[in-house]
Nanobody, 120 residues
Framework: QVQLVESGGGLVQAGGSLRLSCAAS????????MGWYRQAPGKQREFVAT???????NYADSVKGRFTISKDNTKNTVYLQMNSLKPEDKDVYYC??????????????WGQGTRVTVSS
């Protein structure tokens, strides 16, 4: 199974920036889409951003204009650049990768998560 390893989390002040990285053990080009999700204690995991193998991106309204998802196929890595961070962005961020056959998802992989803390 392909493994995903997140890194780059940490403590920043409100208004600051962080860049999260998700390194895959194999070619990320083989995934139809990859993305970032976040989860606070006791809450459901929520969508943040996704990027397709072709480079099409999608963002949650709460992060649109502040976060940017990108990828480097040669490094098998997906990034999440987070700017203008707010206290409500304080969550554990998880990397996700998926493979589809048509609309059927036959492979879903998750990383272990990296914690982002934003101080007021």
């Amino acid at each position: 199974q392909v493994q995903l390893v997140e890194s780059g989390g940490g403590l920043v002040q409100a208004g600051g920036s962080l860049r999260l990285s998700c390194a895959a053990s194999g070619s990320i080009f083989s995934f139809n889409d990859m993305g970032w999700y976040r989860q606070a204690p006791g809450k459901q995991r929520e969508f943040v951003a996704t990027i397709t193998s072709g480079g099409t991106t999608n963002y949650a309204d709460s992060v649109k204009g502040r976060f940017t998802i990108s990828k480097d196929n040669t490094k098998n890595t997906v990034y999440l650049q987070m700017n203008s961070l707010k206290p409500e962005d304080k969550d554990v961020y998880y990397c996700n990768a998926n493979k589809y056959s048509g609309i059927f998802k036959y492979l879903e992989v998750w990383g272990q998560g990296t914690r982002v803390t934003v101080s007021s």
